[in-house]
């Protein structure tokens, strides 16, 4: 799919605002020639990228963290940063960040970025557009000759989607010390490998510790991923937080026995019993109602043969909630079904948590501000919580943290067809120019 390439001139911007880029004339506009947002080479980075781990036939991308196409898409990215001369410096657990000084260099930087490693049906847009859109938004201002008083960083973290290796936002997690480097190259894949040899042999285990930057903020562009903006018309989402989200994998283990001969009330059927959790789930979330929502991803049965009664069975559960409280009760009346279920049938359970973070508000005072530069440029926008679990949710714990969403075509993300509008898409990147430059003015 060719994205329609268009520049995109930047509409009137007050003359005060021209003056914090440094600005020598107040009347001079942002619309003229030289200091325009360059959608085409965005749109061309975006095309580009999507060409590592590109799904045949499709539009889609699968850039699992740490693999051989995560390690492409990293080596691009990072030949990008350097092709603007920016200080480019990865961390403990592969988070790479590259830094371009302000007029004031020893200031703490303001940091956007997001991640570039994907789930196996993954879309172009999802993390990638983030990361390319500080980058554009950095050669923009280099362009223009402006050099903010603030340096401004644009990163991508390791292992945001937890596809591989849980929990998701795992880099960004050990970044702000929410679980340590040790740890975290201990995690186990869904693939067997481990997260530190993959680490290693891709070659982005660096040296830095983390935190190796405590932003002045960090703010986040991102696709919305859910139909809420399309369907009620608006073109940018300030985002007010982040859901709770609860992920866990549960075991069964009953017994192999043959299909044709085993009578029933002699089985122990594991499969039997990780389908009635996989409906019960269902169930309770409609029942919970309201914002919950609940997803059984992944279901392993062994040994998954026609005329064998399942020995074992492994399913993964994605609870999420903007209540703590709510989720909270969701877990504990699941944790009931699955011990009833798993007893009825004479089977063992066994439960492992892979990811458990609570809801996360942003900072007022940025969400205002990414509210009022989209307002500056006339688009609609409106404030909405992430469905998502992002970056910015983490970060959030290590400094003032936003987020600016953009429209998702259908509410698809996490498939191939993902798709946002090239107006969209320049819409976020202005917001995110303006957002970035007001706070790398602040003293
Ligand atoms: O799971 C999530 O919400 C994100 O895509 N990592
Ligand atoms: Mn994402
Ligand atoms: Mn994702």
Known sequence: MTLTAQVVHLPEVEPWRLACLGMVAHDRRLTDTSTRIDVKRVLGRLDELARVGAIPDTTGVARLALSDDDRAGRDLVVSWMRDLDLDVRVDAIGNVAGVWGGREPDLPPVMCGSHI???????????????????????????????????IAVAFF??????????DMLGSLVYVGGM?????????????????DELDRIGYAGSLPCPMIVPHAFVELHIEQGPVLEAEG???????????????????????????????????????????????????????????????GAIELQPSLVNVVAARAKI????????????????????????????????????????????????????????????????????????????????AR??????????SHDGLSHNVAEHTDPDDLAAGINVLFDVLVQLAEEP
């Open 234 to 296: 608006f073109t940018i989402g300030a985002v007010t937080g982040v859901q709770g989200i609860s992920w866990q994998e549960i075991t069964f283990t009953g017994q192999s026995n043959h299909a044709g001969t085993t009578p029933m009330a002699m089985r122990h059927d594991a499969g039997y019993v990780a389908a009635r959790v996989a409906t019960y789930v269902r169930e309770m979330v409609s029942r919970v109602g309201g914002v919950q929502v609940g997803t059984v």
């Open 180 to 196: 340590t480097v040790e740890s975290a190259r201990d995690v186990v894949g869904n693939d067997g490998t481990v997260l530190g």
């Open 316 to 395: 993964t559960v994605d609870l999420r909630n903007t209540d703590d409280d709510v989720l909270r009760e969701a877990e504990r009346d699941l944790a009931r079904f699955v011990e009833r279920a798993a007893s009825e049938e004479g089977v063992k359970v066994e439960s492992r948590k892979l990811a458990r973070f609570e809801p996360v508000r942003f900072e007022d005072r940025l969400v205002d501000l990414v509210e009022t530069s989209a307002l500056a440029f006339d688009y609609k926008v409106r404030r909405i919580p992430s469905g998502a679990g992002h970056d910015a949710q983490m970060l």
């Open 117 to 151: 490693d994907t789930v196996k049906t993954g879309g172009r847009l999802d993390g990638a557009y983030g990361v390319l859109a500080g980058l554009e938004v950095i050669e923009s201002l280099i362009g223009r000759g402006v050099r903010p008083r603030r340096p």
């Open 398 to 407: 290590l400094c003032p943290a936003a987020m600016i969403f953009v429209p």
């Open 158 to 167: 390791t292992d945001e989607e937890g596809a591989r290796y849980a929990p």
